[in-house]
């Protein structure tokens, strides 16, 4: 095992333990302290997908100690998108390029952030030096890093955006895809700076809040970005979420609670009235602990809400069941939106004991897919959790998705396959150096708990 892969398996651990106090650190800045990430007054004059400003991160992108793959260049570019409402608005799109990289291939790499806290996106967190423990807690998002490492292994550049904007608007599901979609379209008008070819072929890839984020940008595609048709060549999501009231309900009083939380603040940014429901109705000696999740990342809210009841943590559990509520739920709950296009396969792979989001859903909402003539290839595995198939799985949807960027043609039927394990798989063998096969094995057997990956 390499230095910087027990860094990662560290970082990990320790953010398990780590104390709850904010973080003390000059560099890089806070992106709440930032002026780089402010929506310039006049968003609305920019097309979507416009570039407005580019820098160098402030910090080098960190867990790159790894080699044979070393970086020959980052970026950060701030470009206008659209909120869940339709409004303007603008986020970060981090681009990473490979050494020897090959400029017409391009992979949107959608992290789960799974956090209502701008100082969570991976535009700050994948960089050398942002605070990992303590209230932030983004030693996921670093982990995860090594998928998109496999990635430019491959040669491709990468990007990523941070799909829950300026805001932090975690679930804002539709935020997530127009986010998406953007940063990819400012990714092939940024030749000039990053050298990405404007007609590269492109990718995504994304796990369970990534997911979300990737589904939806294929679900929004046809009618929002119509020119992407045929430059998207597929797209490998795993650990999907299709409905979030089934969520909310499989995760109270369990170690996952805190993303009912996280969810519930997430969405509040957009939906004012979300945002008095919870004032009105939280218990007082539960606001501070929602209050606090807008501070703090994915690990330190687990941890806050480990096992909780959260559905009582309200007054009133009739708010569960509000019909302007559940139609929020329903308005970025993939199950009722439409099928992604025809002409844009899929990947799809998803734990058959998920923990987090049950399987019937994507069964459901898979089987929905095929009959609108989408084209899937499914598989379901039946060794893993959600957080432990976030890894497992992440070899055969990368052999997947380097079949489509080689211009290979996808089934044109769907399939469902059930497998023991996804890592045993033969493409996995393949695909992967041994270095990082290695690497994610020992992230596998590392301490790091059932939801290593939200
Ligand atoms: C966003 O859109 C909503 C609904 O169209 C509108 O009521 C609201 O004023 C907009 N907000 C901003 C800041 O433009
Ligand atoms: C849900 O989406 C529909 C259709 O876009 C919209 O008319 C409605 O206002 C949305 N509901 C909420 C609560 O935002």
Request: aromatic letters at 8%.
């Amino acid at each position: 095992m390499r230095p910087g892969i027990l860094v990662t398996v560290a970082f990990a651990a320790l953010s398990w333990a780590a104390p709850v106090t904010e973080e003390k650190r000059a560099t890089p800045p806070l992106p709440s302290t930032d002026s780089f990430y402010s929506v310039p007054d006049n968003i609305a004059s920019y097309a979507p997908g416009a570039i407005i400003n580019h820098r160098a991160p402030p910090s080098p992108i960190s867990a790159f100690g790894i080699d044979p793959v070393n970086i020959a260049a980052s970026w950060q570019i701030l470009y206008r998108t659209t909120d869940n409402l339709g409004n303007a608005t603008a986020t970060i799109l981090t681009v990473l390029v490979p050494v020897n990289a090959d400029f017409d291939k391009l992979l949107s790499y959608q992290v789960a952030e799974d956090a209502p806290n701008i100082n969570c996106a991976p535009s700050y967190a994948l960089q050398l030096e942002s605070a990992t423990g303590g209230t932030l807690g983004t030693a996921l998002t670093q982990a995860e890093l090594l998928l998109a490492e496999a990635a430019l292994y491959q040669g491709w550049v990468v990007v990523l955006p941070d799909h829950e904007g300026p805001n932090g608007a975690y679930l804002a599901n539709r935020l997530a895809g127009y986010a998406t979609l953007d940063g990819i379209r400012a990714a092939l008008q940024s030749t000039s700076l990053t050298g990405i070819s404007i007609d590269a072929k492109v990718g995504l890839w994304g796990y369970s809040g990534g997911a979300l984020a990737s589904a939806w940008a294929t679900v929004l595609q046809p009618e929002y970005a119509p020119e992407l048709t045929g430059t998207l060549v597929g797209a490998a999501f795993g650990g999907t979420v299709p409905n979030i009231y089934n969520v909310i309900t499989t995760i109270n009083k369990t170690p996952s609670a805190g993303i009912i939380a996280a969810g519930m603040v997430g969405l509040a940014k957009q939906y004012p009235v979300m945002a008095t429901g919870l004032e009105d109705h939280v218990l007082p000696e539960y606001q501070a602990d929602f209050e606090a999740v807008l501070n703090q990342c994915f690990v330190p809210d687990l941890s806050l809400f480990n096992n909780a009841d959260v559905i009582n943590m309200i007054d009133n559990p009739n708010l569960w069941n509000d019909p302007v509520v559940l139609e929020i739920f329903a308005n970025n709950s993939l199950e009722y939106a439409p099928a992604p296009p025809a002409g844009l396969p899929l990947f799809v792979y998803k734990a058959v004991k998920d923990e987090v989001s049950p399987i019937a859903d994507t069964d459901d909402l898979i089987t929905a897919y095929c009959a609108a003539g989408t084209t899937v290839e499914y598989i379901r595995d039946q060794s893993s959790t959600h957080g432990g198939l976030s890894l497992i799985g992440a070899p055969m949807a990368l052999a997947w998705l380097i079949d489509r960027m080689n211009g290979k043609a996808a089934s044109t039927v769907c399939s469902t396959a059930t497998k023991y394990s996804m890592l045993l798989d033969i493409a996995t063998l393949e695909v992967l150096p041994t270095f990082l096969l290695d690497a994610l094995k020992a992230l596998l057997g590392g301490e790091v708990g059932p939801t290593f990956f939200g």
